[in-house]
């Protein structure tokens, strides 16, 4: 079997081909956060998810805390630019970007660095990174393009991603810049997936990992169920997993990315200083990039020139995933609670039962067939860690809608705001009367 | 922000000099009574049994000594050796069979009392009594009877009544002994034989692909307080090491009785062949790793490559009254402080890419046009499993035949760190290989 193997380059116009009409699907314009192309809920059963190329840039950028109380040295930071106060790496997506460049110039080779729109994103991340989602057994590239730091230029960082949890990976697509390959300033790179197992996932840069994921490198990434196209009878999909069932069906989703950040060594990195990252302290507490009151703003996105837009709050334009959860009485939702910060929470939804129907991208099933789904009101979650919660929503009884908070049971992890909120790992369920909300067409929307 | 580990790679390149599947040779861990066996031979990964003896005893000496870790420090260390041989960290894993009834004998040399617990044992005794806790002045010191600081000795006395993984590790100002490192692993075996891990038909392995790992951390700070016979306030404990089997990446990979480690025998290095639809394939039955956990912070324990199916925790196979399957698959496994976890692995090329018949859909742009961190890879040139291709000009391969490498790690990132620098503490690599091996 050991053999040597000559460099067997294929062409971009060979990669397009087995690519080919995944690109017609994501031309859609007005990119939204969301790794939304071809998702709109289909007639019927669910959506189609993405298929194809999925384009990435990694570089640096700037966020917003809600103000301290008592700020300190390293929180606002004082290189912050306006009504920003915290410095962060990360992922953007530019697929339509891409897309909309090749289509123009009529160049289908076209690559993200090539786009002078695209380029000028450099600096300009958002957190979290955006939530991607895909079909079971779709060809399925994200390719990522490294723009640089505009803070450190004197850093030449490569990047790297890596789909945490991805069964049977290969390990040129694992994304360790050790065991095989990094993406450096200026290059692009396409990570290649089939994905055979629905669930979900986590995706985030491994390159010097400790400070890469801390500074904000890390999304969601969840993989729809071949059952979307072929429902259950009686139990109308769209499904989180193959149950056979109709078991995990749902009406709405949401994606709960938990974080949390150790102020001083964000300081640091944009004030050219070395943290020491076995003295990790976390101090701030994060649902998609957002600390409480934060992550009930609505979600917003970008225009045709990557420039954001539709955000409620000019604080926010660069943290547009919201992480309010909203559905109408009797309905489903599918909440994936996901944790790539580096402490165990515990989040609870007092007053509602969560049924826990998958962990770690894994039906609750055991190998016969045993059910082990369970009911609960908190979700002990560690670094690392996905649990899928489907919630039946009650019936609300004041207007327009009731409030459930979930929150994290550590009341210790957050600060106080110069208003006197709590910042931190907090945000609300609302519950409408039957009929008020029209249906979701993009998860946490 | 790059840094450079550079003794950590001069410590790789070493160890990759070294034939990764030729044996060591054992350096003194016999723990039992006998006189050792010099020249007998354990495999380079994979578990390390010490037995008891021919009349059931496991003798211990519970003494201190030092480690190494990769930043080249030495950190001064209390554990668990074998009776007669040298220091070693952590103590050497005790294996028995279900039903077996030992004795452990501990003889202590530290200028302090200490003790060992079994958690998961019924019924231990000490010199014929229960083991139970110590007072003194009405304040609880020990979890159970003490062997006497500078000389002293105790015995315990059980009988293997289950089967599964467990810790076994010292009762005494544990906040203290454990960090200093006074604990170990002990295997039981099922009734049903050594290629199973419980008495489940589904809980058969592949004896050859058998790992333990010892999850741990240690403040060296603390260590060096009590080297000098100085108070240590613990609630300025504050960790910066972190060890599979007491070493921190990549020493982790470093083979079993690395002579360059002499006081940490024990590899994590993880190495199987795919699963196949050969009926002959051995590696069709999953390896199996036991995780256990000594230190005081639960260890979020991440796989690259495939998930892990957790079939038991804390030596307690996951089943249902009537025997249901309820074991399952997680990417990543909480161990938490005093838990045990039995995973399975395994890889499947589920798609059966190709360079000839099933080509990977995606053009690779040329490597030189990419990085290669440090100017080293465990990469083979190419992404097919048992292929090799060239590499840029300066690159050094780790790489033997195309083989694939994944990592496993805690995914509370900062302990996977040696003192504050990334790509170390508790890492180690899973290895496989193509069909049919190297």
């Known amino acids: 079997m050991t053999g040597n193997w000559n460099d067997r380059r294929f062409t971009r116009r060979a990669a397009l081909k087995a690519g080919a009409g995944a690109g017609a699907v994501l031309a859609a314009g007005g990119m939204g956060i969301l790794r939304t192309g071809g998702s709109a809920r289909a007639a019927g059963n669910g959506y189609t998810g993405v298929k194809g190329e999925i384009n990435l840039i990694a570089t640096d950028g700037w966020i917003s805390l809600p103000d301290p109380r008592n700020p300190t040295k390293y929180f606002p930071d004082g290189y912050a630019p306006n009504n920003r106060t915290t410095y962060l790496f990360g992922f953007r997506d530019v697929t339509s970007m891409v897309q909309a460049a090749r289509t123009a110039t009529g160049n289908p080779q076209l690559i993200a660095t090539d786009v002078a729109a695209i380029r000028a994103q450099k600096g300009k991340i958002q957190a979290s990174a955006p939530l991607i989602y895909v079909d079971e057994n779709d060809d399925v590239t994200i390719s990522l393009s490294n723009l640089g730091f505009q803070q450190r230029p004197d850093l030449t960082d490569g990047h790297t991603i890596h789909w945490h949890g991805f069964r049977n990976a290969l390990s040129l697509f694992d994304g360790i810049p050790e065991m095989s390959i990094s993406v450096p300033i200026g290059r692009t790179f396409p990570y290649f997936y089939k994905p055979h197992n629905p669930g979900t996932y986590i995706y985030h840069c491994h390159f010097e990992d400790v400070e890469h994921v801390q500074m904000g490198m890390t999304g969601v990434v969840f993989v729809r169920p071949a059952q979307n196209k072929a429902p259950i009878a009686g139990h109308p999909g769209p499904y989180a997993y193959n149950d056979g069932d109709g078991s995990t069906a749902y009406d709405r989703e949401y994606a709960l990315l938990i974080t949390e950040w150790y102020l001083q060594s964000h300081w640091e990195d944009a004030h050219i200083q070395q943290p020491d990252w076995s003295e990790f302290k976390a101090d701030a507490w994060f649902f998609n990039g957002r600390s409480y009151p934060d992550t009930l703003q609505a979600s917003s996105g970008y225009d045709a020139n990557g420039n954001p837009i539709g955000f409620a709050d000019p604080r926010l334009a660069y943290q547009p995933i919201s992480a309010l959860i909203k559905g109408n009485a009797g309905e489903r939702v599918l909440v994936r609670v996901v944790n790539i910060g580096y402490q165990q929470h515990s989040i609870t939804l007092p007053g509602l039962p969560m049924k826990v129907v998958g962990k770690d991208a894994t039906l609750m099933r055991g190998r016969d067939g045993t059910d082990t789904s369970y009911l609960a009101e908190t979700l002990d979650i560690g670094p690392g860690e996905a649990t899928d919660v489907i919630i039946t929503m009650p019936e609300p009884s004041g207007s327009p809608y009731d409030v459930y908070p979930l929150f994290d049971r550590n009341y210790a992890d957050g600060y106080l705001t110069k208003s006197g909120a709590h910042a931190g790992l907090r945000t609300e369920l609302r519950a409408y009367p039957a009929g008020t909300l029209p249906a979701q067409t993009t998860p946490n929307a | ?438």
Request: with cysteine; net charge negative; hydrophobic share 35%.
């Open chain 2, 1 to 438: 922000m790059t840094k450079t580990l550079t003794h950590a790679r001069k410590r790789l390149l070493r160890w990759w000099i070294a034939p990764l599947l030729g044996l060591a040779l054992i350096a003194g861990i016999e723990t039992t009574g006998a006189p050792k066996a010099s020249g007998v031979s354990v495999p380079a990964t994979g578990i390390v049994c010490s037995h008891p003896d021919s009349n059931n005893v496991f003798k211990l000496t519970a003494r201190d000594g030092q480690i190494s870790t990769p930043d080249d420090n030495l950190v001064y260390m209390w554990s668990f050796a074998p009776t007669g041989g040298g220091f070693q960290y952590p103590g050497p894993v005790l294996c028995l069979n279900q039903g077996q009834t030992v004795t452990i004998v501990l003889k202590n040399t530290l200028p302090e009392d200490t003790s060992i617990v079994f958690p998961g044992q019924d019924n231990v005794t000490s010199s014929g009594v229960p083991v139970s806790p110590v007072y003194q002045g009405g304040n609880l010191v020990s979890l159970a009877q003490t062997a006497k600081a500078n000389g002293g000795s105790v015995s315990y006395t059980f009988t293997a009544g289950q089967p599964g993984t467990y810790i076994y590790e010292s009762g005494t100002d544990q906040d203290k002994q454990l960090d200093m490192g006074l604990v170990g692993a002990m295997v039981v075996r099922p009734s049903m034989g050594a290629a199973f891990a419980y008495n489940r038909s589904d809980s058969a392995f592949n004896p050859d692909t058998e790992y333990v790992m010892l999850l741990s951390q240690s403040d060296p700070a603390l260590h060096r307080a009590v080297e000098r016979n100085q108070p240590f306030d613990m609630k300025a404990y504050h960790p910066h090491y972190w060890f599979v089997n007491g070493r921190s990446f990549p020493d982790t990979i470093a083979p079993n009785n690395a002579a360059w480690l002499p006081t940490q025998p024990y590899s994590s290095l993880v190495e199987f062949q795919p699963h196949s639809s050969d009926p002959g394939n051995p590696f069709n039955k999953p390896s199996l790793v036991r995780y256990l956990s000594t230190g005081p912070v639960t260890y979020p324990f991440h796989p690259h490559g495939n998930h892990g199916r957790v079939i038991a925790r804390d030596g307690q196979a996951l089943q249902g009254p009537a025997g249901q399957d309820l074991s399952y698959e997680k990417y990543t496994v909480a161990v938490g402080p005093g838990q045990t976890a039995d995973a399975t692995y395994t890889w499947t090329d589920v798609d059966g890419w190709n360079p000839d018949t099933k080509p990977i859909p995606v053009a690779i742009p040329p490597l030189a046009n990419l990085l290669f961190k440090d100017n080293a890879t465990w990469y083979s040139g190419s992404p097919y499993l048992g292929y090799k291709g060239p590499l840029p000009v300066g690159v050094t391969s780790y790489n033997e035949c195309g083989e694939y490498y994944f990592m496993m790690h805690s995914h509370a990132l900062y302990q996977i760190t040696n003192f504050g620098i990334a790509g170390g503490g508790m890492l180690t690599l899973m290895r496989v290989d193509p069909p049919g091996g190297c």
